[in-house]
């Protein structure tokens, strides 16, 4: 059967995912752009599916629009039961997330959120060598470039899902404190920070740090993870992006050249036909935005400890 599905959105990233759904056999694409997005084209409930005017009936909808317009495009599909992909960070409000995992929960709506670099081979390919390093200590997460400067939120909430959804992955858990610090270099009267700097606390005495900033003259994004017998580093901007740190021993794990884009999308699509949960589902993406919020208070209440 062709998958239908609704691409809301086809900006940078939007063009990114478009060019790489035509790639997957047996997907059709239906473009929208973000201002006048089409309601759900179905009515669940027993009511078979009947096609609304100028919007043919679809399998799954891709949100792909500005982070501030995630919750208000994303909500009336996730209400009508319809598979939705939410790129990240899934809102940029914790009220926004609880909605719409309310509303998946009532509705039994599939949901996957944008977390890129759980797909990524590289990535995987270190959470896969995680137990040669011994008991974890610390992860470290840069994720820096020069530009692009969003003009409606934070690098907060640009960068930081990248970093916090890979550490929720390796812990698998959420923080117990979280601690952040920011910086408002471009725009000193407004709420949004250039560049920022967040601690959290995980229970069995497990460390992260993350350090954003756009302002960057080069782009790193970069994950080391120490361990009691090694470190292992992820780092998406060299050739060799897995390196293992064992005593005086150094290595270049092997792993899949595979784009994460494209797995990742091709387990949304998996998802719609098998009704499997994705790896980056809601859960994933609320806990994501939970931490991301309580950063976001800690640093308007000049860097003091927040408990989740």
């Known amino acids: 059967k062709m998958i239908k599905i609704r691409l809301i959105g086809v900006g940078r990233w939007g063009t990114n995912i478009l060019r790489t759904l035509e790639e997957i056999r047996g997907v059709e694409v239906l473009t929208t752009d973000d201002q006048n997005p089409p309601q759900p084209p179905f009515i669940k409930g027993g009511v078979k599916p009947r096609k609304l005017t100028g919007s043919p009936i679809i399998d799954g ?5 500005p982070s501030s317009t995630h919750a208000s495009i ?26 719409l995992a309310r509303e998946a ?14 797909y990524n081979p590289a990535y995987l390919k270190l959470k896969e060598l995680l137990p040669k390093i011994g ?11 020069p530009g692009p400067v969003r003009d409606y939120m934070s690098v907060l909430w640009d960068w930081g899902p990248h970093g916090v959804s890979m550490a929720l992955d390796l812990l698998g858990q959420k923080p117990i404190k979280v601690q952040a610090w920011g910086q408002r270099i471009l725009k000193p009267r407004s709420k949004l920070h250039d560049s920022v ?12 740090t993350l350090s954003l900033s756009w302002l960057n003259p080069e782009k790193r994004v970069r994950l080391t993870v120490i361990g009691s017998k090694g470190s292992l580093v992820f780092d998406d901007t060299l050739e060799k992006k897995v390196v293992m740190y064992s005593g005086n021993r150094v290595t270049h794990p092997r792993y899949s050249k595979q784009a994460p884009l494209k797995l990742e999308l091709e387990e949304f699509i998996r998802a719609i036909r098998t ?23 800690s640093i308007m209440l000049d860097g003091k400890r927040v408990e989740l």
Do not use: C
């Open 61 to 65: 909808v891709i949100v792909a629009t």
């Open 135 to 145: 008991k974890l200590r610390l992860i470290n997460f840069e994720g820096m470039a």
């Open 105 to 118: 929960k009532r509705s039994g709506a599939l949901v996957q959120v944008g977390h890129i670099h759980l």
């Open 197 to 208: 700097q967040t601690w959290l606390l995980f229970s069995g005495d497990a460390h992260a």
């Open 74 to 99: 994303a909500l009336p599909y996730i209400k009508a039961g319809l598979p939705t992909f939410i790129e990240k960070p899934m809102t940029v409000s914790l009220v926004d997330a609880k909605q």
């Open 275 to 297: 009704g499997q949960q994705p790896r980056a589902d809601i859960k994933n993406g609320l806990d994501a935005v939970g931490v991301l919020a309580a950063a976001e208070k």
